[in-house]
């Protein structure tokens, strides 16, 4: 054989195995055929941060995994995350509740001068009775501010059972409310908080919640039970606007309002030079002080129960405000444009209150009320003070000082 027949026929064998290892390669060209064995691009992937690592993770899950462990055991250690510590209410949660609360006490017993207030807080699992029942606004804004703290779970069913505990002595004439400022996500309870529920329910007690997180299905379930609003505050504007509504006195419910007569004593107020003990605080005080008609004790500020005698002090403004609750003032109709068109309300041109005049700018009749009983009109600024404050219409006084008494004789 000729060397010109070897390397044909070598040259032949040699096209063959090209021709199986390109049946073998999916007809992969040479120069793809080095990349086949060997794509070391296939086995990575591009995580969230933008780096390639391989698709084999088990030594990155091994060391994901040690890692979760070890915090997991650091957070065991540490502190519980308490969410009345949250900065979403700035500077925190804790504070603006307590800015809020001090402001809902004093437009409250302003409100309500012979109703009572009794604070209770809620941490590590227990509720506990941080100030009785009363009505010193003074006592009870001195006794919050020295102990603001938040730690451990909330347990909404102990405090339903120490406020039940705390209302049951109120009288059948009284209103029985609890008012529930709610930071927490969940609350851990050792029983059965639907019983506790129904016992809120049958003791006649309305309970409210202002929720600082999310909306809970306990709180929503506690107040449509007991009669109470349910709310979730967005911001510190908002959570004010949601404490202060409950701060008037509610309406009274027909079948509960039981005609009672209440012993009331109307002290005399000390003398500046005087000295005694305050039995109060059981020190001795010098000048401003109330003496109880009943037992003489001594006591700082009203309205209040006497602490020896137990006979339920008062001032006559307080007791003239209450009065005003509970024959409230109408509210006042506002002035139509066709109103404003009739001739006889185009002489009325001043506000009955203040003296001020009616017309806007180029002699226009602005906006303004009329009382439905004596017709007189009113600007909006006289309003708010007639209803939030005064509590008596000017018109209707003036006319009922105004007409002869006329005496028959037969």
């Known amino acids: 054989m000729t060397n010109s027949e070897r390397k044909r ?13 390109d049946n073998l390669n999916g007809g992969l060209e040479a120069w793809e055929r080095s990349y086949a064995d060997d794509r070391s691009w296939e086995a990575l992937q591009e995580d969230e941060s933008g780096f390639l690592r391989p698709i084999d993770n088990s030594a990155f899950y091994h060391a994901q995994y040690r890692r979760r462990l070890r915090d997991r055991s650091l957070v065991a250690t540490t502190a519980r995350i308490q969410k009345a510590a949250e900065m979403d209410f700035r500077p925190s ?16 017993f302003d409100q309500n001068p012979l109703s009572q207030i009794g604070l209770v807080t809620v941490k590590d699992g227990v509720a506990n009775c941080l100030t009785d029942l009363g009505g010193s606004p003074e006592s009870h804004i001195k006794a919050l501010m020295g102990k603001l703290g ?11 059972d120490l406020v039940q505990g705390l209302l049951s002595q109120i009288p059948s004439y009284g209103h029985r409310e609890v008012l529930i400022l709610y930071s927490a996500l969940s609350t851990c309870d050792p029983g059965d908080i639907m019983e506790t529920i129904q016992k809120c329910k049958e003791s006649k007690i309305r309970c409210s919640v202002i929720g600082l997180s999310a909306e809970m299905f306990i709180c929503k379930h506690l107040c449509q039970d007991t009669g109470g609003s349910y709310s979730v505050a967005l911001d510190e504007s908002h959570f004010k606007e949601l404490i202060m509504e409950h701060a008037p ?4 419910i027909a079948e509960f ?14 003398g500046e030079g005087s000295i005694s003990i305050c039995s109060c605080h059981k020190e001795v005080k010098v000048g401003v002080g109330y003496t109880c008609p009943r037992c003489k004790a001594r006591v700082c500020e009203l309205p209040t129960d006497c602490r020896i005698c137990g006979l339920q002090l008062v001032s006559s403004p307080h007791l003239a405000r209450s009065y005003h609750h509970l024959f409230p003032i109408a509210p006042f109709d506002e002035v139509t444009p066709l109103c404003l068109n009739d001739p006889r309300n185009r002489s009325r ?10 017309l806007s700018s180029g002699n226009k009749p602005g906006l303004y009320v009329a009382c439905p009983k004596c017709k007189k009109h009113f600007c909006l600024e006289c309003d708010i003070y007639i209803h939030e404050s ?5 018109g209707c006084e003036s006319l009922r000082h105004s007409n002869p008494i006329v005496a028959n004789e037969g």
């Open 9 to 21: 026929l070598n040259g032949e064998a040699e096209e063959e195995e090209e021709d199986e290892d």
């Open 93 to 108: 949660r804790m504070a603006v509740v307590a800015k809020q609360v001090e402001a809902f006490v004093r437009e409250f």
């Open 150 to 160: 938040c730690s451990g779970d909330s347990s909404l069913q102990n405090a339903l």
């Open 249 to 252: 006195p509610p309406p009274a």
């Open 257 to 270: 309002a039981i005609a009672n007569l209440i012993k009331m004593g109307f002290p005399q107020r000390a």
């Open 349 to 358: 041109s001043t506000c009955f209150g203040c003296q001020q005049s009616l």
């Open 390 to 394: 005064l509590h008596n219409c000017p």
